[in-house]
């Protein structure tokens, strides 16, 4: 295989009106992969235009949830080996070599999945301590030996058989401003609370004051976010403030439904 042949190797993409980044994504893995394969939710931008353009084979599909939807780009590639992004992430220089050298080195006949870390840029800055890094991602995977598991909205890889951590990270533009991360503070709990309900899950006054100090302590303290500045500091503040909020909503749930009985 030379240098600058494509690996078997499809690139799996879900997407819903994400024209504005799903392009950096596609140009980090040129050359790299034989096949783009994106799952779109009714985008009502440029998104499908977008990736067309780039090759893709586009398959429209109305929301499934993140785990079907994810296991439908899966179960629709052709490669025998499936790199899995989402829209807002790239891959760096170094994981791309790393990707190739996993199969240059036959690394891939021995592995049946890659893992990497994953970066994220907040505040203009790449953040590298705290809760945030590294975000172990297992993302290159051999599709006949994995599936989309998890609960919505937290999808996960599950692997038969093992994996390669990979030098190099995954360029995440998950949270290009402040708003961006408030605005996702609501569903996440909503999410959390309905996980709670289903499971029988009772609030505590212990519960909803510690685990919000613990989670800042745990990342600006010990995960050293304190070594990437205001942002670090942020992002520990930020993080115990939606476990707070998480927590209470549960009590707020369980003081609704004594006000009904």
């Known amino acids: 295989m030379s240098v600058t042949e494509p690996l078997p190797l499809s690139l799996a993409i879900v997407s819903f009106n994400e024209e504005a980044r799903i392009g950096k994504c596609f140009e980090s893995t040129k050359g790299l992969v034989r096949e783009i394969v994106v799952v779109d939710s009714n985008s009502t931008d440029a998104t499908v235009a977008v990736s067309e353009a780039a090759g893709a084979r586009v398959i429209h599909q109305p929301w499934l949830g993140h785990c079907a939807q994810k296991q439908m780009a899966l179960d629709a590639c052709t490669q025998p080996w499936v790199l899995m992004l989402d829209c807002d992430e790239q891959l760096s220089e170094e994981l791309r070599e790393s990707i190739r050298d996993f199969f240059r080195t036959g ?68 949270f290009p401003t402040i708003k961006s991360y408030l605005d996702k503070i609501t569903p996440y709990a909503d999410d959390f609370l309905e996980r709670q309900i289903r499971e029988g899950s009772r609030w505590s006054l212990t519960a909803n004051l510690l685990r919000p100090l613990w989670r800042f302590f745990r990342a600006y303290i010990l995960r050293l976010g304190f070594l990437d500045g205001f942002p670090g500091f942020w992002i520990a503040y930020a993080t115990a403030f939606s476990v707070f909020i998480r927590y209470s909503r549960k009590y707020e749930s369980e003081v609704r439904r004594n006000l009904k009985s």
């Open 107 to 174: 690394d891939a006949a021995w592995f049946q999945g890659g893992r990497f870390n994953r970066k994220v840029c907040f505040l203009g800055r790449w953040i590298t301590h705290g809760d945030w890094y590294p975000d172990r991602q297992l993302r290159l995977i051999q599709r006949d030996k994995a599936r989309i598991g998890g609960k919505d909205p937290h999808d996960k890889v599950e692997l038969q058989g093992r994996f390669k951590q990979l030098k190099g990270d995954l360029l995440h533009d998950s």
